[in-house]
């Protein structure tokens, strides 16, 4: 089954600069790559994701960028503000589209320090 | 529209009691799921319902039993709960079968 793997664990940036998370997986054919977004104490968010057909997506300060070749795909944050502070969570999936071999990775603790 | 609600927020247990979490959703999702979250563990999957009447076994679905009452309702049950069942418990609904939305989760503390 599909396995997915997450760098770093933790991550410090000081406000105003860029955060990057990558992931990697092992399963070439996942095919949907979406990112979540969990404050402290509250349920995880759906804050993007990206298909495998897209090399790059953005949206406002946050984008996502996949390498099929390699199997992983990244997760950038520019300006970083206080707000962004949280747990992110990527994840893949196959292209079965069933719940059951959709697969989290252990998560990035990010900290954006005024 | 309330989406995803979770009863009770937060419980505790002493070992060999038993209780069930309740998950209902307003979206008319067919997919629903239960995972745990424990630190450093990142969110997995206990069971995962596809659509009315159907269910299937995830990651860690040891000690734990499930229900699709219906479309919108998906229950969670410990039979006889164990101190490693110590966790916190998101209930997840989507139209396919990549989870979308979640619930407030469930705060659960078995002694």
């Known amino acids: 089954g599909e396995n997915v793997e997450q760098h770093p664990s933790t991550l410090s940036v000081q406000e105003g600069d860029s955060a990057v998370i990558k992931c990697t997986y092992s399963?070439?054919?996942?095919?949907?790559f979406p990112w979540y977004k969990q404050e402290l104490g509250k349920r995880p968010q759906l804050i993007i994701d990206i298909r495998s057909n897209v090399g790059e997506k953005k949206d406002q300060r946050i984008a996502v960028t996949l390498n099929k070749t390699a199997k992983h795909f990244s997760l950038h944050i520019t300006e970083t503000q206080p707000e962004d502070s949280a747990v992110y969570f990527c994840?893949?999936?196959?292209?079965?589209?069933?719940?059951?071999?959709?697969?989290f990775g252990p998560g990035t603790r990010l900290s954006v320090l005024p | 529209n309330a989406g995803v609600t979770q009863t009770p927020k937060f419980q505790v247990l002493k070992t060999g009691q038993s209780m069930t979490l309740q998950c209902a959703q307003d979206m008319n999702h067919n997919s629903m799921y239960w995972y745990r979250q424990d630190p450093g563990m990142g969110l997995r999957l206990i069971y995962y319902?596809?659509?009315?009447?159907?269910?299937d076994k995830g990651e860690v679905p040891n000690g734990y039993n499930v229900s699709r009452l219906n479309k919108r309702e998906f229950s969670l049950r410990l039979e006889s709960a164990a101190p490693s069942q110590t966790s916190v418990y998101f209930c997840?609904?989507?139209?396919?079968?990549?989870?979308?939305?979640f619930g407030d989760g469930t705060r659960l503390s078995i002694l």
């Open positions: 399963d070439s054919a996942s095919n949907y």
């Open positions: 997840a609904s989507s139209e396919g079968g990549r989870p979308q939305h």
């Open positions: 319902s596809a659509s009315e009447g159907t269910t």
């Open positions: 994840a893949a999936s196959p292209p079965d589209n069933y719940g059951q071999n959709f697969v």
